[in-house]
């Protein structure tokens, strides 16, 4: 390796023979999309081509007399946009996301690549050493001082050059540092004004209602502002669907059966399908908000506090959109890692349990379209010794469905929540609250205590709304025994665990091969 002192007075007199460099090409989402950056100007902010970019660093470290020995490339990447990060405590932090910039970091200290970013140029490999990098100018290095810091520690305690074209650009010597600390705060300034000047103008944009770029959303034409009714019509029979019983997964495995795709022409997931039908966008109201919030609650509302209505129409009203929300997003849905989240594929999958263990069997699907209700292996946490046959289990359960429930009227409309007037009355407090402190701001301190305390009884109540919501999404029929060969999977499951509070299965008999029906032992709500 070079020493210290020679490699920085050859750096500052611009003879790198000997030296080895890597170029770092950086390519910047922020730029301006209808602007040639092709052009024959050459500073980092006007560049945005890597080939360019690449030429230009290839040919300065060439003309230096030293040996340009491959790239680090870094395409739509921001050197100054920050990106919430969750640590392990639950808290947040903000930085810039810079993952090839920091593996070549690493590489410098190492002397050669190990991040496995490093693109070796013709004639090379992965194994060479790199002594140092060269950019366009500071400004495709970095625009944030945190990270410049972290490059100085490198440049300054492993006698790493960092180079630019232009010769300005100079990290091992105290003059060169402090320039670089200056230059950066001015590129930083620069990037939060225009942050500023583009968040003012989206803000304005959205006031007046005007939909986003991109593209189109499913159920609106290209404008965005026209509805395609073949998409409408399938969203709100999605949503009838839902608040019928019919899972998510379902609903998406049969469109996919069917050919239908995203706006993309993608399949559809399950993913893609709840956040579309949760989207603000459903009930005509302007999508607008940080991404840190759940997507039903961003959206944009006036001085008055009321959603503002974007220039398209809506295609599910506000109840059965928010009905929608609490059945996918609700506040009591059973997340990953909690009983019951798994899918669910049987009409009593999640019911029945293990005469033996106690624990929930699992389908296991056999030739002919038959299955199995089996209990785990004790690996699993199960026994491993309740087997018995699904279709005659099923056949079983749906006809003491029958018996129970042809007597009786399955509610055809269900009640109203009870608690929607309480919640309306917290709402209209909670903005009369926020209204006298938009007139007073020195009440602050008594009116935020109670603007609290209702918003704790309005979480409160919208998870009672959501437990309601939830058990009444059920189909609704007055006929079960004719209408039972038109429910799917998932509405026969929740008549099933809305009839019987356990479905037992009893270990078998030992010589018998038929399904012996005294093995079931059900237990009636």
């Known amino acids: 390796m070079q ?3 020679n490699i920085i007075e050859r750096v500052q007199r611009r003879n790198l023979t000997g030296l080895k460099f890597a170029g770092l090409v950086r390519l910047s989402f922020e730029l301006l999309a209808d602007t040639d950056y092709t052009g024959p100007i050459l500073t980092g902010n006007d560049i945005n081509n890597r080939e360019e970019q690449e030429r230009l660093t290839r040919e300065c470290i060439e003309r230096l007399g030293g040996t340009y020995v491959g790239t680090y490339n870094e395409p739509d990447t921001s050197a100054w946009k920050k990106k919430r990060i969750k640590q392990p405590d639950g808290s947040y932090k903000y930085r810039v996301i810079r993952p090839v910039l920091y593996g070549a970091l690493d590489d410098l ?22 002594d140092g990098i060269v950019v366009l100018d500071l400004d495709r290095l970095t625009r944030d001082q945190r990270t410049l810091e972290d490059i100085i520690e490198v440049a300054e305690n492993y006698t790493r050059p960092f180079i630019d074209i232009t010769g300005t650009l100079d990290l091992l010597t105290e003059n060169g540092r402090d320039n670089a600390r200056m230059l950066v705060t ?9 942050s500023r000047r583009g968040k003012q103008s989206h803000l304005s944009r959205a006031m007046r209602g005007i939909p986003v770029g991109g593209n189109r959303p499913f159920g609106w034409a290209e404008d965005k502002r026209t509805l395609v009714y073949r998409e409408a019509i399938q969203i709100r029979a999605a949503a009838r669907l839902l608040l019928a019983g019919v899972g998510a997964s379902t609903i998406v495995r049969k469109w996919n059966e069917t050919g239908r795709v995203t706006t993309k022409g993608n399949p559809w997931r399950r993913r893609t ?13 302007r999508v607008y908000g940080s991404q840190s919030k759940p997507l039903h609650e961003r959206y944009l509302t006036d001085e008055s506090g009321q959603p503002v209505k974007g220039q398209y129409p809506a295609i599910l009203d506000e109840k059965t959109w928010r009905d929608v929300v609490y059945l996918l997003a609700g506040p009591d849905r ?31 699907p056999k030739p002919v379209e038959r299955f199995d209700y089996a209990c785990k292996s004790p690996a699993a946490g199960g026994c491993g010794k309740v087997c018995g046959s699904g279709i005659a289990i099923d056949g ?30 917290l709402n209209t407090t909670k903005d ?10 020195d009440m602050g301190k008594y009116i935020w205590p109670e603007v609290r305390k209702v918003e704790t009884d309005i979480a409160e109540l919208m998870k009672e709304r959501a437990a309601y919501v939830r058990s009444t999404a059920t189909p609704k029929s007055t006929n079960i025994r004719e209408s039972w060969p038109t429910l799917i999977v998932d509405q026969r499951r929740a008549i099933a665990a809305e009839n019987f509070e356990a479905v ?10 038929r399904f012996n029906p005294e093995r079931l032992v059900v237990v009636p709500r």
């Open 186 to 194: 001015m590129a930083g300034k620069q990037s939060s004004a225009t």
């Open 396 to 425: 079983l359960v749906t006809e003491l469905i029958f018996a129970r429930l042809e007597n009786q009227t399955v509610i055809a409309t269900a009640t109203a929540w009870q608690g929607e007037d309480d919640l309306k009355q």
């Open 273 to 285: 399908f709840a956040l579309m039908m949760i989207s603000p966008r459903m009930v005509g109201w």
């Open 334 to 364: 059973p997340k990953q890692n909690q009983p019951n989240a798994g899918k669910a594929s049987q009409m009593l999958s999640t019911i029945i349990r293990c005469g033996n263990c106690g624990k929930k069997l699992t389908v296991q």
């Open 3 to 5: 020493p210290q002192l």
């Open 432 to 441: 009369n609250l926020l209204a006298q402190f938009k007139e007073n701001n």
């Open 109 to 130: 200290k190492a002397s050669r690549s190990v991040s496995g970013h490093f693109i070796p140029a013709e004639g090379f490999d992965k194994n060479t050493q790199i």
């Open 504 to 513: 037992i299965l009893q270990p078998a008999t030992k010589g018998s091969n």
